[in-house]
Antibody, heavy 124, light 106 residues
């Protein structure tokens, strides 16, 4: 059974940092692109970042490029999202999501499995 | 690509049919997925390729459309189907989602 479990959310002040983790199981982690998708209150879901199975290819939304860094540790079956210089508009539930096909580059795709989400609140 | 879903809320009685719409601001071919989300949970993939049901999705869920107009039909609503439904295009960067349609009990 495929499972994705996020952790690391919380309350942080503007300008602060937070690191999210997503531990996965039930599939060969190194074969799939992994993603972080966020859902801000009253807004549409937004793909924030993606990383290839090897970790060498990444994607960032314009809204987070230069502030967020995605990484993965195959030995721990974990993908991370390091979030720096956080802003109020980064407040959202952050989901870890898996691509459905094995590729070596970040491609246009849907998401076949999602975690339950981690709430990040940026407020003073 | 801007994805627009309608209606925002759909009130339906159990056993009735629900028809949800998703419109793309430009053609996305059939690179369109539908998700179901319940409170406190992540989205669940229902449909991809505009009309292909994901693994384990019951046959009362069906998707149709191509280009800019898409429809998700739930043929006979069960209590477990009351949720929020999202469409997502994966034809153009960045991948984008609609705002969602909430299906509630009438």
């Amino acid at each position: 059974e495929v499972q994705l479990l996020e952790s690391g959310g919380g309350l942080v002040q503007p300008g602060g940092s937070l690191r999210l983790s997503c531990v996965v199981s039930g599939f060969t982690f190194s074969n799939y692109v992994m993603n972080w998708v966020r859902q801000a209150p009253g807004k549409a879901l937004e793909l924030v970042s993606a990383i290839t199975g090897s970790g060498t290819g990444t994607y960032y939304a314009d809204s987070v490029r230069g502030r967020f860094t995605i990484s993965r540790d195959t030995s721990k079956n974990t993908v991370y999202l390091q979030m720096n210089n956080l802003r109020a508009e980064d407040t959202a539930v952050y989901y870890c999501a898996k691509d459905p096909i094995t590729t070596t580059v970040v491609v246009l795709s849907y998401f076949d499995y999602w975690g339950q989400g981690a709430l990040v609140t940026v407020s003073s | 690509v801007l994805m627009t879903q309608s209606p925002a809320t759909l009130s339906v009685s159990p056993g009735e049919r629900a028809t949800l719409s998703c419109r793309a601001s430009q053609s996305v071919s059939t690179n369109l997925a539908w998700y179901q989300q319940k409170p406190g949970q992540g989205p669940r993939l229902l449909i991809y390729g505009a009309s292909t049901r994901a693994t384990g999705i019951p046959a009362n869920f069906s998707g149709s459309g191509s280009g800019t107009e898409f429809t998700l039909t739930i043929s006979s609503l069960q209590s477990d189907d009351f949720a929020v439904y999202y469409c997502q295009q994966y034809n153009n960067w960045p991948r984008t989602f609609g705002q969602g349609t909430k299906v509630e009990i009438k």
